[in-house]
């Protein structure tokens, strides 16, 4: 059984929210699910392990120039799609395109959401009833990755992590400045939790001028021994390093998804996204703005994420 899944969505976070109705779709039909997700996905850095993932296709048309933007490009994404042979594709979204490439592409059966009902879709609430409806399976399952043993074992041999320290991965970038938390606040929570543990940071984030002066300011501290800074590694030599850890601290961020994802208790510090994105998993622990009853678009809460709250939710987490 040939099985394509689509999840159009932008991002790394979007694509991991939907692992648990891929993994359903593979129990169900006792076979791997191919999936075809966007370029900025990067997911052939993070699921090429993942036994549930058969092969990984890319929609390529972030920019006007990609093999599949336009009119043109979605003849290019048909014939893509057409040379697997497919016997079903699990579309996860209402976009008349996606149905007329998967008829187009000669796929047989065609599951889909309901078209032309975008507006209001929540993120994970929305695939649930989609699996319910068409197959009768519920869906509660926590995102789950897979990486290779030897990769873990070689991290701790590369970084020298030792298992006797408290290893924190502290996600300090953000895909948008308002995600991101101030270099102040980290280095309270590391000040806080050094005091009573031996501990290791791993400082995840992009090469955005904004995230590396947050990185700079905290290599730049008092601190700057206990750190180790990820920022010129992929993703893929990241996650054996997160792996290792006893948890993570993170903005809403990809490493905040991939984190949880590996199994590693996640704190996410949500400032200004629906609150959904970091609280989906049962190893998130949601930390939002002081004064706010929940967090959405707009909050703009970062200066008012608590390092005490933080710190208080690490000796929680430890217990």
């Given at each position: 059984m040939k099985i394509l899944a689509v999840q159009n969505r932008m991002g790394i976070g979007d694509t991991i929210i939907f692992l648990p109705f891929i993994k359903a779709l593979s129990k169900e039909f006792n076979s791997p699910i191919s999936i075809l997700v966007k370029e900025n996905s990067k997911a052939d850095q993070y699921l090429d392990k993942t036994e549930y993932i058969d092969k990984i296709l890319f929609i390529e048309r972030d920019k006007h120039d990609k093999k599949h933007s336009g009119f043109l490009g979605t003849f290019n994404l048909i014939k893509d799609i057409k040379k697997y042979n497919f016997d079903k594709i699990f579309i996860f979204n209402s976009s008349l395109r996606f149905n007329l490439i998967a008829r187009f592409s000669g796929i047989p059966k065609i599951y889909q959401y309901p078209l032309f009902q975008k507006k209001d879709q929540h993120i994970t609430e929305t695939p649930k009833k989609f699996i319910k409806d068409e197959l009768n399976l519920d869906v509660n399952e926590d995102p789950l990755i897979q990486i290779d043993n030897a990769l873990i074992a070689k991290s701790i041999e590369n970084f020298k992590i030792d298992k006797n320290d408290t290893n924190i991965l502290l996600g300090i970038g953000g895909s948008?400045?308002?995600?991101?938390?101030?270099?102040?606040?980290?280095?309270?929570?590391?000040?806080?939790?050094?005091?009573?543990?031996?501990?290791?940071?791993?400082?995840?984030?992009?090469?955005?001028?904004?995230?590396?002066?947050?990185?700079?300011?905290?290599?730049?501290?008092?601190?700057?021994?206990?750190?180790?800074?990820?920022?010129?590694?992929?993703?893929?030599?990241?996650?054996?390093?997160?792996?290792?850890?006893?948890?993570?601290?993170?903005?809403?961020?990809s490493f905040s998804h991939l984190s949880a994802a590996l199994g590693i208790k996640t704190i996410t510090l949500m400032a200004d996204t629906p609150l959904i994105y970091g609280s989906y998993s049962s190893k998130m622990f949601p930390i939002i703005p002081d004064g706010e009853l929940t967090v959405t678009h707009n909050t703009l809460g970062k200066e008012k994420i608590n390092s005490q709250k933080i710190f208080d939710k690490i000796i929680e987490i430890l217990d």
């Open positions: 948008g400045q308002t995600k991101r938390i101030p270099a102040k606040t980290f280095l309270d929570v590391i000040e806080k939790i050094s005091i009573i543990k031996k501990c290791k940071f791993f400082l995840a984030t992009g090469k955005d001028k904004d995230e590396q002066n947050i990185l700079n300011k905290i290599l730049q501290s008092k601190f700057r021994d206990l750190c180790v800074p990820l920022d010129n590694f992929s993703i893929k030599e990241t996650l054996p390093i997160i792996k290792n850890c006893n948890f993570s601290i993170c903005n809403d961020s």
